[in-house]
């Protein structure tokens, strides 16, 4: 059975730093993203990662302060969130498809999803 498992959430302060692991199970994944979630709004992109890592794609609101990354080796795929703040908090999701995908923010598009890690930003 095909899991991935989302871990580094927590509580920081704003202007703070977390490292986001999502480790896949039973399967190589060609295309990673990862979404969140803030309370009372709908479910957002933030990050999306090609096979080779050499394609990535971030929501402007991220940009500049969040890196994806992946290890195919480890079959892990991770987020590093620098200079965080309050509006960043949300529950975090990687999500992961087999495909090699073009388009990389479509929720749609993705097959697997963990079980999401909170992230809270304190001002």
Known sequence: QVQLVE???GLVQAGGSLRLSCAASDRTFR???WFRRAPGKER?????ISWTGG???YANSVKGRFTISR??????????MNS???EDTAVYYC?????????RSRPSEYDYWGQ????????
Do not use: C, I
Request: aromatic fraction near 10%; hydrophobic fraction near 30%.
């Open 55 to 57: 394609n990535l794609d």
């Open 84 to 86: 965080l703040k309050p």
């Open 31 to 33: 295309t990673y993203g």
């Open 7 to 9: 871990s580094g959430g």
């Open 44 to 48: 957002e992109f933030v990050a999306g």
């Open 71 to 80: 290890d195919n080796a480890k079959n892990t795929v991770y987020l590093q």
């Open 95 to 103: 999500a992961a498809t087999t495909r090699l995908l073009y388009t």
């Open 116 to 123: 999401g890690t909170q992230v809270t930003v304190s001002s």
